[in-house]
């Protein structure tokens, strides 16, 4: 009798294994894990079984015996694909080494989206009650299966955030029978059902600079007024609001008002490092080294920084412009219609009565040149040719004037290149607003940054730095580059410069344009789910309208409107240099002609004696 009941124990035993071996396979079948580790009870037997079963199904499968002494972090670990774990708490494993096995799963951060977690029993008040949802989040993938009569009944089990105060939340899941299998009734997906925080306190932080002190951070954060101060923290804290909307969060902000200038990382990184707050509505600088303390979740704000300064005409005296209205084809024909028409002229004159042969290229000079010149003539021939000549320089005098004005009118500005080499080889007087992310730019290994940080940090400290106010105004004065964010310049230049000055404007990056990221600590429970909400509102078009209402337009520059300037020195010395020249030498002829005139005076006088 003894032996019957022995027996018959077995058997239930067995049954219950084997019940067990076929719903972990059929869930993890079912999750499409391709990796599995388990605690078993310690039987060899059954070991063997679940993984000859795990084989056939081709999914690799480890099976330790839970005890003590196992490392949970090195036997759990995995970076790069999803891991199932199940656990059978229908073993007689003690409740201590229950509890370490789950407090160590949470300290290593294994309730993530890499870990599956499948854990069986026969009761579910213990198996709440032996969980450690301390670093439970929306991500969390547990699934608690209750043995009943002859099926399991499968709960979802996960936490917002239990440090915050939110509790655990068990939601029926579905059931597992022996002849129908795995059947799930909640196929919604977790995040859909999970996105409901219930005002789940976050702490959220930001560098915030020039709050005045009568005024709510929230209202200063909000407003439009002085969108140029502040304007990475207004720009993402409204963004950030819209997250608090779709996931029903309760933001508590923190403001950070102090920042150590030979702190590059800053204080909202620091603040991230050591869990004081979860999520940051400053956006930031990429850089290795603010990567080793938080987490990047999105970058989601464009940003550039420049050198900006007014372009003026070039100072370089240039004598092509006296050959420039006409290309060197015309100059060509110009020279040989000149020669035929003095050939043609002083044919006339000689052919003629008139005594005027002499003088026929002087005729012909003061003909095309527009200029007067006593010419009298008895012959038809010679007054029509006159009369073809001056027509004719007439025709040319009216292009050439033309041509000077239209090249005038339309040469482009002498623009720079957009490099530091270039503004440090301009000379220009350099200033800047005073930034944090300045010295993060210094770091930069570019060898352009590294060229220009060596000139920059040779400028004396009290002249280097200046308020977006005071900078915009001196970039009015030719000769002043400041740098600042064109999104702080651009309210401004907008309000105080000319059209033409605004035309005139040129930028030269330091920081090319970019994008900024939004920051997390490590670990928190809020990171993925900030992520997920982050990625939807920018592909649903609120980011850009967001920066459409807090990004000021670029000045418009309206270049059909003209300008009359004045003709500078530059422009008009070549010209001045030529009637120079032609000064210096006539006096010089006239010197010689002096000269020969006298000796041959002096010749005169003596063969006359």
Aim: with cysteine.
């Amino acid at each position: 009798m003894m032996n019957f009941r022995g027996f018959l124990y077995l058997q239930l035993i067995l049954a219950s294994y084997a019940k067990s071996r076929d719903i972990i396979l059929d869930y993890f079948a079912f999750k499409n894990i391709s990796r599995v580790a388990g605690f078993s009870c310690g039987k060899i037997e059954n070991d063997h079984q679940v993984i000859k079963l795990f084989n056939d199904a081709g999914i690799p499968v480890s099976i330790k015996q839970l005890s003590s002494s196992i490392d949970v972090s090195r036997y759990l670990h995995t970076s790069y694909w999803n891991l199932g774990v199940f656990l059978d708490l229908q073993c007689s494993f003690a409740d201590e080494i229950v509890r370490k096995l789950f407090y160590e799963a949470s300290t290593n951060y294994m309730f993530d989206h890499l870990h599956q977690w499948l854990i069986l029993g026969d009761n579910m008040n213990r198996t709440v009650h032996l969980l450690n949802d301390s670093t439970f989040s929306v991500i969390t993938d547990v699934t608690i299966a209750v043995a009943k009569n002859d099926q399991y009944v499968l709960y979802d089990a996960y936490n917002h955030c239990k440090p915050c105060g939110s509790l655990l939340n068990i939601t029926k899941l579905g059931a597992w029978t022996k002849n129908d299998g795995l059947k799930i009734t909640l196929c919604t997906d977790k995040f859909s059902r999970r996105w409901n925080y219930h005002k789940t306190k976050v702490k959220v932080a930001g560098f915030v600079a020039f709050r005045p002190k009568n005024q709510n951070l929230e209202d200063y954060l909000r407003d439009h007024n002085n969108m140029y101060t502040d304007n990475f923290v207004k720009f993402l804290y409204s963004i950030m609001i819209h997250l608090q909307d779709v996931f029903n969060l309760k933001f508590e902000m923190k403001e950070i008002d102090y920042w150590d200038k030979n702190d590059t990382n800053g204080p909202v990184i620091s603040g991230l490092r050591d869990n004081e707050f979860d999520l940051s509505y400053y956006p930031m600088i990429l850089s290795d080294d603010r990567l080793k303390y938080a987490n990047v979740l999105v970058q989601i704000m464009p940003l550039r920084t420049c050198f900006m300064f007014i372009t003026v005409p070039s100072v370089k005296m240039n004598m092509n412009v006296i050959f420039r209205p006409f290309a060197r084809n015309v100059w060509y024909m110009f020279l040989l219609l000149t020669i035929i028409i003095v050939s043609t002229l002083w044919i006339i004159f000689k052919l003629g009565k008139d005594d005027a042969d002499t003088n026929t290229v002087l005729i012909i000079i003061a003909a095309v040149s527009q200029q007067g010149f006593p010419f009298n003539s008895n012959q038809i021939a010679s007054r029509l040719a006159f009369l073809q000549t001056m027509i004719f320089g007439l025709l040319l005098y009216n292009c050439y004037a033309g041509a000077i004005v239209s090249a005038r009118l339309n040469t482009p500005l002498n623009k720079m290149n957009d490099s530091l080499y270039s503004i440090v080889n301009s000379k220009m007087k350099l200033g800047a607003s005073r930034e944090k992310y300045l010295n993060v730019l210094m770091n930069s290994t570019l060898a352009e940054i590294q060229y220009f940080k060596r000139y920059w940090q040779a400028i004396p400290e009290k002249e280097k730095y200046y308020s977006v106010e005071d900078g915009i105004k001196a970039i009015m004065k030719p000769g002043f580059a400041y740098h600042t964010e064109p999104l702080k310049a651009y309210p401004l230049i907008e309000r105080i410069f000319d059209n033409q000055m605004i035309c005139r404007l040129t930028e030269v990056h330091w920081l090319r344009p970019s994008v900024l990221g939004v920051w997390s600590s490590r670990r928190n429970q809020f990171q993925e789910i900030a992520k997920i909400g982050l990625i939807r509102i920018i592909t649903s078009g609120i980011r850009k309208r967001e920066l459409i209402r807090w990004r000021p337009r670029k000045p418009y520059c309206d270049k059909d409107q003209q300008y009359v300037s004045s003709v500078t020195i530059h422009e008009a010395l070549p010209i001045i240099l030529v009637l120079i020249f032609g000064i210096i030498l006539s006096v010089i002829v006239c010197f010689i002609e002096k000269i020969i005139f006298r000796i041959l005076r002096a010749k005169e006088k003596k063969g006359k004696q």
